[in-house]
């Protein structure tokens, strides 16, 4: 059976290990924000690519529009002016000109086409990706809230696991609280059993001297520290 002293620090370490269970949620509640917060932002972009993409096609065809205007009011005065030469080569060149202006307009007129389509598709896509991606982002926010809630609730029981230790902490002398804290900073557990003639920290075989020590056979020896890692042991019948 462990002695009155090893039964306080096992207290205490239970206590312990909930605490710095609790701190590293804590630790760990702005990485988790912070990765949310990016699928956020990566889904916003994605949004905007599509909407990005829908303003060049408009603003394509808005182009194509102009240029297909501009080639009308110029077959517009071709044909005036051949309304008005006398020479029949003249009114032949500028038929001509007419014909290479209406091929230009069919031809613009063709890429409007395929732009009106490519816009269409465009729309849809867009009006897919936002509806899916506000979905996505309005679970991500909920996620980011239920996170701060956490966080908020964690600080809390952080309070009350640090009080717990303190209290645990209290009845323990100097000399094992030293030996303890100085255990637990290189790793826990610090209190570990003998098992099998073991530490159950390293796993090591302990000394004779140490074994004893943990049995209670040493009455001088409060608790016993492994030979091989320096971590608490005790005797576990």
Known sequence: MPSPTIELLLILQDRDTRRLGIEAQLKGAPREVAAVEQRIAAERAAIDAAKTELREFESKKKILETEIGSAETQRGKYQTQQLSVKKNDEYQALGHQIQEVQRQIEELEGKELEVMYAIDEAKKRFAAAEAGFKQNIAGHEAR?????????????????AAAAVAESRAPLGAGALEAYDHAAHRRMPAVVPIR?????????????????????????????L?????????WES
């Open 144 to 160: 980011i809230r239920s996170l701060r809630e956490k966080e908020v609730s964690l600080a809390e029981e952080l309070k009350a």
């Open 196 to 224: 099998g003639g073991k530490c159950g920290g390293c796993h090591l075989k302990v000394s004779s001297e140490v074994e004893s020590a943990a049995r209670g056979k040493t009455s001088e020896v409060e608790f016993a």
């Open 226 to 234: 492994c030979d091989q890692c320096g971590q608490m042991v005790y």
